[in-house]
């Protein structure tokens, strides 16, 4: 296991150059929702589009809302990188969204469905990079601290009937036995609000501990690596 802690002025720039280089290789890639992100999505449609054409995108969580509400993160990535490439004459071949407003249980089951027949088999498949963010609470994907979800390890999708943070809406979310099918997960945090939360998880002398779900992916993923602007690294 390593983490690789990145601190530069322009950390979406990166985010953008490792999304583009794992969409280039076709194979499966895991977006996030959230603030930080987005930018980076933006600078990924116009860095080189045509590396998008053949990636295969899954989300790493979903509220239980409609595509076109404004909490959905699929209506955030579908404006921030699939627009963009599709005036830019690229049309992603895949890209698989979680039905939120199917609500939190059979949202899970039918996207859990969709994995394993992607992947060929109950939790076969692997992807080439996984994207996350890192909530004030400490959250990554939908998994809040200490609820259920973080000690899941069979099934790769849950519902998480309550959020544990605003908006205060039912999830769906990629589990820890999801995340450990990545070869490599970026962690993308910017800002000082993310300082706290940031040292909280990846610190030398950080304990994991479920009251800081960031801080427990060092126990399920190989390789971290952690882009961050000076501000989200003040407290490291």
């Known amino acids: 296991m390593s ?8 950390p979406a720039r990166a985010c953008a150059e490792a999304l583009s280089a794992a969409a280039a290789t076709g194979g499966h890639i895991v977006l996030t929702g959230g603030s930080s992100p987005t930018h980076a999505y933006e600078l990924a449609a ?7 054409r053949g990636a295969r995108i899954w989300f790493s969580d979903e509220r239980c809302v409609g595509p076109d509400d404004e909490l959905s993160n699929f209506r955030l ?5 699939l627009e963009p490439l599709h005036e830019a004459g690229v049309e992603v071949e895949f890209c698989r969204r979680i039905l ?16 394993d ?17 890192v909530g004030s609470d400490g959250h990554i994907c939908s998994m809040f601290p200490g609820q259920e979800s973080l000690r899941e390890r069979s099934r790769l999708v849950v519902g998480v009937p309550l959020a544990g943070l605003e908006p205060f809406v039912p999830r769906v979310t990629l589990t820890f036995a999801a995340l450990a099918r990545a070869k490599r997960v970026l962690v993308l945090a910017t800002g000082e609000g993310k300082a706290d939360p940031i040292a909280a998880a990846f610190a030398d002398d950080a304990p994991r501990t479920e009251a800081v779900p960031a801080s427990l992916l060092r126990e399920h993923v190989e390789d971290i690596v952690v882009l961050l602007d000076e501000a989200a690294a003040a407290r490291l």
Request: glycine share 18%; aromatic share 6%; no cysteine.
């Open 3 to 10: 983490v690789e802690i990145q601190v530069s002025g322009d």
């Open 46 to 52: 116009g860095l080189r589009p045509a590396d998008w």
């Open 77 to 81: 990535v579908r404006r921030s990188l």
């Open 100 to 115: 939120g407003e199917s609500g939190h249980q059979q949202g899970a089951i039918a996207y859990e469905r969709d994995l």
């Open 117 to 133: 027949a992607a992947g060929g088999g109950s939790g076969a498949i692997s992807f080439e990079l996984v994207l996350l963010g």
